[in-house]
């Protein structure tokens, strides 16, 4: 029996059918036969898993979330800042996970901040009587 395999082989191309860029643009998981003016310009407009524009965060609301996760994965501190507030625990809890889902009231975060205005202005007062 003569063979029919003729000169090219079926398994597709040589090593050295690739120039060296298109093996680069394959080794970066880009087409290789695309022309350099593809770039990957197509790409980039599009919006790929995980990359959807998602509105920017704050660095106060991150904060405040983060605390809330630490909070609510500690019991023990869900139950002191539950006394520090003179609230129940499940009070407590519901406000934590609010400020989590990022629910939490402009009013409770203006109370907030007033308190801590307060608190400030009077240490300050009491470093002013103590002569410092």
């Known amino acids: ?26 080794a ?3 087409d290789p ?10 790409e980039q407009c599009q919006v790929r898993p995980g990359q959807a524009n998602v509105p920017a965060e704050s660095f106060e609301d991150r904060e405040r979330r983060g605390w809330a996760m630490a909070v609510l994965d500690n019991p023990e501190l869900l139950l002191m800042y539950a006394q520090s507030s003179n609230d129940s625990v499940p009070a407590q809890r519901y406000k934590v996970m609010r400020a ?17 205005r307060r608190i400030l202005q009077s240490s300050r007062a009491a470093g002013d009587a103590t002569g410092r």
């Open 100 to 116: 989590l889902c990022g629910l939490e009231d402009e009013a409770a975060r203006a109370q907030q901040l007033a308190a801590g």
């Open 33 to 42: 036969y695309s022309t350099s003016s593809d770039d990957g310009s197509e």
């Open 1 to 26: 029996m003569a063979s029919s395999n003729s000169g090219t082989p079926h398994h597709g191309l040589r090593r050295a059918d690739f120039t060296p860029q298109q093996r680069d643009q394959q």
């Open 28 to 30: 970066r998981g880009k």
